[in-house]
């Protein structure tokens, strides 16, 4: 089988090493130079995407920002998996919005505004604090806005004309405005549905953010009222959108219900876990659906959590030593605040996984790693 | 950090599978071509060895029988880990023989012989059956014979001058006489060495050959005093070479007691379960240690199994839906006897992994995996 990734990122790395062992070959297309290239190698392979369709027996996508261009081409092939409508509505908060309403799973009271007087509509209907989001292209912190007071809002809207104006995609920008839900904690689930409507949901994490960022997520798979709830809202979703790969969904947990913050229609950062901590990874399922092998089991190994490392490329060779550590570069160069790696511990048990994580963030060094010694150390 | 690895096939390619997080790029120099090539990609990277060797900071090998001429050239690189020796050692049984000798290792007893007076000297010396094997370039099964009645003497001794006389290595042939060990099972494991001495032992695996070649390989981690044995064995021998990298050795259980049958001197067949049962699987490990990085942990992460796929380029997919089945093909063409790939399986505990193990065994093709239900139907 062959595979062509929509996106040259470390997520299609990461497939293409999960696929190696299965005797798939993947390539991945780079929307930058529209040239296809070996993920591995980065060698390029071939000079456009027309061959690039041509050679794989199914596509996929590694992120949701991908011109409609591109998605409608790879989409007329019919080998794109998840569809073209499933990979768009995970890049526009609008119809992401418009799909949990009609799937009836819980998220935040929201308004989609698109200009002065639908802004100044929603504010006076929604409860402050509000945060506020660009339906197309904002995500890890980008295109958001908080709206703690009235008196910023003046201020506020010119900054989201200015950042509408500054759009590139072609597309009708608007943004969503949500009240600010006073969560207890971040968490998020990534599932898989194969092509027969077959699911099958990782346990939950808990993420810590780090300036909008993820910087920690922690699967210890113990909450299984939260786990129903979560495998529930991916079934509904991932239905709806006959979806086939692997889907991560993030929730705001408030008290024992969980709100949908939003989904990404792709394999996500915070599993990465899986690498190390379940049956099958989320790399390997997701290439599994979408050449219609089974689906592996996502179950939980054994605790485990994942640290990113971002705008380093260089850590403690010691941290090796701590047993369980396994360190994944992406081999991309340096530059500030961009995802380098990861960094996966895992323990037989929840403490002996808290007391690696600890001996850990004690190696790391702050500067690159803030906050992380702080969230390790109050497990 | 590169590396480059002296043999092109499965165990190169899973080293650098292994290598790809931690940022080390590995080549492969093909004996046969005299070409470098990405074990990955398997495209041609270099046209000679020198340059090969210039490319390296390390340099290893992924089997024992490698010309004394491109050992010597990487000897003198300064880059050879393990020493050329060491490799020597492992490819030689006079030599491997000599070695656990000098280090007091219990093998089975034994003569060598290159002449037919040491020959007919030898089997007035030991007690019948006897196992004949080749010093050099002999594996699998290949270069063996087995001696159960005197009268088979002058009729194996002709096989054998023959087998001599076909030689194409260029070093003295002989043949290493052992007394045949009424072993009660065969196991192996798979240990690592650092540069700096440090040594770190994986479980011992329980091994089941089918026609001379390992059908199955379980990994239980259960027998303590075993395991302290082989441990031992490990360091001695490992020091002895001041060896850097993973050496396998393989033993026959006599009772509570191990006899070493052979040692390797690379990542082997018995230590494929690493990659989904141990907290660093094995080809991680060999390359942490040639290029001077932390060992990981070898524990058990869980019981696991390895069945190798032996002359087959297909298993049913159905297979795939066991939870914890994973599959490693190694992009070889097909070809009688071949070894084409393995399949690991794993359980939280050993009842488990035994049920997964039989449903597994049930759905794989009898005349592809000969033998494989009935080892596995009766643990």
């Known amino acids: 089988m062959k595979v062509l990734v929509l996106g040259a990122g470390q997520l299609a790395r990461m497939m293409a090493l999960a696929s190696k062992p299965l005797n798939i070959?993947?390539?991945?297309?780079?929307?930058?130079?529209?040239?296809?290239?070996?993920?591995?190698?980065?060698?390029v392979v071939y000079g456009d995407l027309s061959s690039g369709i041509e050679f794989a027996d199914a596509i996929t996508a590694e992120f949701e920002h991908i011109s409609h261009d591109v998605l409608a081409q790879c989409q007329a092939s019919g080998k794109l998996f998840p569809s073209s409508q499933a990979i768009k509505t995970g890049g526009d908060r609008?119809?992401?919005?418009?799909?949990?309403?009609?799937?009836?799973?819980a998220n935040a009271t929201h308004?989609?505004?698109?200009?002065?007087?639908?802004?100044?509509q929603a504010l006076s209907s929604l409860t402050l604090p509000l945060i506020l989001k660009s339906?197309?292209?904002?995500?890890?912190?980008?295109?958001?806005?908080?709206?703690?007071?009235?008196?910023?809002?003046e201020a506020?809207?010119?900054?989201?004309?200015?950042?509408?104006?500054?759009?590139?995609?072609?597309?009708a920008q608007a943004v969503v405005i949500e009240q600010m839900v006073p969560f207890?904690?971040?968490?998020?689930?990534?599932?898989?549905?194969?092509?027969?409507?077959?699911?099958?949901?990782?346990?939950?994490?808990?993420?810590?953010?780090?300036?909008?960022?993820?910087?920690?997520?922690?699967?210890?798979?113990?909450?299984?009222?939260?786990?129903?709830?979560?495998s529930a809202a991916f079934d509904k979703i991932a239905n709806a959108l006959d979806y086939v790969g692997v889907l991560a969904i993030e929730f705001f947990q408030v008290g024992d219900s969980l709100l949908v913050n939003e989904i990404a229609p792709r394999v996500h950062n915070s599993g990465h876990w899986t690498q190390q901590g379940a049956d099958t990874c989320q790399f390997e399922n997701h290439i599994r659906a979408?050449?219609?092998?089974?689906?592996?089991?996502?179950?939980?190994?054994?605790?485990?959590?994942?640290?990113?490392?971002?705008?380093?490329?260089?850590?403690?060779?010691?941290i090796l030593a701590i047993p369980s550590v396994t360190v994944h570069w992406y081999g991309k160069s340096k530059r500030a605040g961009r995802k380098m790696g990861h960094i996966n511990v895992c323990g037989q048990d929840k403490n002996e996984l808290f007391s690696r994580l600890k001996q850990l963030a004690q190696q790391l060094p702050a500067q690159d790693f803030p906050e992380v010694a702080d969230y390790v150390n109050q497990l």
């Not at 995500?139 to 806005?145: A, F, I, L, N, R």
């Not at 968490?187 to 910087?215: D, K």
């Not at 592996?296 to 971002?310: D, E, F, H, Q, Y």
């Open 25 to 43: 070959e993947v390539r991945a297309f780079d929307v930058g130079s529209n040239q296809v290239v070996d993920p591995l190698s980065t060698s």
């Open 94 to 105: 609008r119809l992401e919005k418009a799909l949990l309403e009609e799937t009836s799973v």
């Open 111 to 120: 308004k989609v505004v698109a200009s002065k007087a639908e802004f100044d």
């Open 135 to 153: 339906a197309l292209a904002g995500y890890d912190g980008k295109g958001q806005w908080r709206l703690k007071d009235k008196s910023q809002a």
């Open 156 to 171: 506020i809207w010119q900054d989201i004309e200015a950042f509408i104006a500054g759009d590139k995609s072609g597309q």
């Open 184 to 230: 207890d904690r971040e968490v998020s689930m990534v599932g898989v549905r194969s092509p027969n409507g077959e699911t099958c949901a990782y346990p939950l994490t808990e993420n810590h953010h780090t300036n909008g960022v993820l910087s920690v997520s922690l699967a210890l798979d113990e909450h299984q009222t939260l786990q129903q709830q979560a």
């Open 290 to 318: 979408v050449c219609q092998l089974p689906l592996g089991s996502a179950s939980l190994v054994r605790p485990t959590a994942m640290i990113n490392i971002l705008g380093t490329d260089t850590v403690p060779n010691s």
